[in-house]
């Protein structure tokens, strides 16, 4: 594990690297912030959401907890939210997951790990919501990769139906919700087919997103 020192080196290092490839980097930073994309994804330390898409600082504006779960009393998230959609007027919210998610795992197999508990009680409750589905699946490796899958969809359809997002669409703001998934394995992103532009496109986006796929399909 690389020391506290070490880390600062680090940072020389990299702010040094920067500012060789642009010399202007550093001062545009503090000018202004103008991301067009809100992520919303896991805490993982495996899932770095600007390098996933190749975007500088600057250009994505993150929220991350424990297995990127929206929900209507997370004021930290609806902070966040609002602030990106009000102020930034960024046109693309992206809630990515992440297959082998520790959380999903963890919620799945109701296994008790603490204060946390009270934190994947949300994503147990897309389980049960989608437990014929998951129980339909040849084995738990299975039920949890396609849990991982549900999750996102549910928490873009939490995006959606936050009041920041129903009032920016009532105003007729250009604001899209998405919901993507990341593979560890071979760090490819992969669109779950849910995507959202207005309300009236909620509901219909959300049911073919929960239609389990064929193999190949």
């Not at 600062?8 to 503090?30: G, H, I, S, V, Y």
């Not at 930034?88 to 790990?113: E, M, N, Q, W």
Request: net charge negative; aromatic share 8%.
């Amino acid at each position: 594990m690389p020391s506290r020192a070490q880390l600062f080196e680090n940072n020389k290092a990299w702010a040094a690297r920067m500012t060789a490839e642009d010399p202007t980097f550093f001062q545009r930073l503090t000018r202004q912030q103008n991301p067009q994309y809100l992520w919303i994804g896991c805490s993982d330390s495996r899932v770095p959401a600007n390098e996933i898409v190749d975007l500088l600082p600057g250009e994505l504006f993150v929220h991350r907890n424990v297995g990127n779960v929206v929900v209507h009393t997370d004021l930290n998230c609806l902070s966040v939210l609002q602030y990106a959609v009000e102020v930034l007027d960024v046109s693309r919210i992206i809630v990515c997951g992440h297959y082998g998610c520790g959380g999903v795992t963890a919620a799945f197999r109701d296994k008790p790990l603490g204060l946390i508990d009270a934190w994947l009680r949300h994503i147990q409750d897309v389980r049960t919501k989608h437990r014929s589905q998951l129980d339909a699946l040849p084995d738990d490796a299975a039920r949890i990769h396609r849990l991982c899958e549900l999750n996102v969809i549910e928490q873009a359809r939490n995006v959606c139906n936050t009041s920041t997002v129903r009032h920016a669409w009532q105003q007729g703001h250009s604001v899209a919700v998405m919901g993507w998934i990341y593979s560890l394995e071979d760090g490819i992103l992969r669109d779950l087919g849910f995507s959202a532009a207005k309300s009236e496109e909620v509901d219909a986006a959300y049911e073919a997103a929960i239609v389990p796929k064929r193999e190949g399909g």
